[in-house]
T-cell receptor, first 114, second 114 residues
Framework: AQKITQTQPGMFVQEKEAVTLDCTYD???????LFWYKQPSSGEMIFLIY??????QNATEGRYSLNFQKARKSANLVISASQLGDSAMYFC???????????FGAGTTVTVRA | EAGVAQSPRYKIIEKRQSVAFWCNPI?????LYWYQQILGQGPKLLIQ????????DSQLPKDRFSAERLKGVDSTLKIQPAKLEDSAVYLC????????????FGPGTRLTVT
């Protein structure tokens, strides 16, 4: 079974600063995908960024980048130049390539301070 | 493009009552997912449909939960009878296909069982 661990239940960050959200995963699969989702107070999950296990380059999407360290089984999300609208819950997730099921971590709450 | 629609947004029922949730996925999306998100946890997949067939319902408590997607478009998730531990947000998501990595989520239905 695969397990996703997010050890930071909550974080505060100053507006315009960068923040790193930790995610580690446990799998014996060779092929898998890693995701980050944002869940604002409105409730819907918003897809942010994706990293395939065979991708050599770290994924980037605007202010989001994924720091992928395969040997450490780590997939940390970096949000640069934080904005007030970034305040939300952030979930790390992994998808197996054999059945495409998404497994989520427990999430990290980010609060951006003005 | 219209997003994933869900209704109702909120529902309060007493234990042992029944309840149904409705989901309308993005047009053209063949794969539909229902997730249960208990407060403080990440979403957990309950059931996955490919068109109108069930791909995975291994985590669906079949003694009380049922779901259908009769025409391969809209879907209904039912709980009968509800228990206190069913209090959660029920998220519906859709994707173009099972292999497509991006899932689009609806706003969710927040269920409170008293």
């Amino acid at each position: 079974a695969q397990k996703i661990t997010q050890t930071q239940p909550g974080m505060f960050v100053q507006e315009k600063e960068a923040v790193t959200l930790d995610c580690t995963y446990d799998t014996s699969d060779q092929s898998y995908g890693l995701f980050w989702y944002k869940q604002p107070s409105s409730g819907e999950m918003i897809f942010l960024i994706y990293q395939g296990s065979y991708d050599e380059q770290n994924a980037t999407e605007g202010r989001y980048s994924l720091n992928f360290q395969k040997a450490r089984k780590s997939a940390n999300l970096v949000i640069s130049a934080s904005q007030l609208g970034d305040s939300a819950m952030y979930f790390c997730a992994m998808r197996r390539s054999n059945d495409y099921k998404l497994s989520f971590g427990a999430g990290t709450t980010v609060t951006v301070r003005a | 493009e219209a997003g994933v629609a869900q209704s109702p947004r909120y529902k309060i029922i007493e234990k042992r009552q029944s309840v149904a949730f409705w989901c309308n996925p993005i047009s053209g999306h063949a794969t539909l997912y229902w997730y249960q998100q208990i407060l403080g946890q990440g979403p957990k997949l309950l059931i996955q449909f490919q068109n109108n067939g069930v791909v995975d319902d291994s985590q669906l408590p079949k003694d009380r939960f049922s779901a259908e997607r009769l025409k391969g478009v809209d879907s209904t998730l039912k709980i009968q009878p509800a228990k206190l531990e069913d209090s959660a947000v029920y998220l519906c998501a859709s994707s173009l296909g099972q292999v497509s990595y991006e899932q689009y989520f609806g706003p969710g239905t927040r269920l409170t069982v008293t």
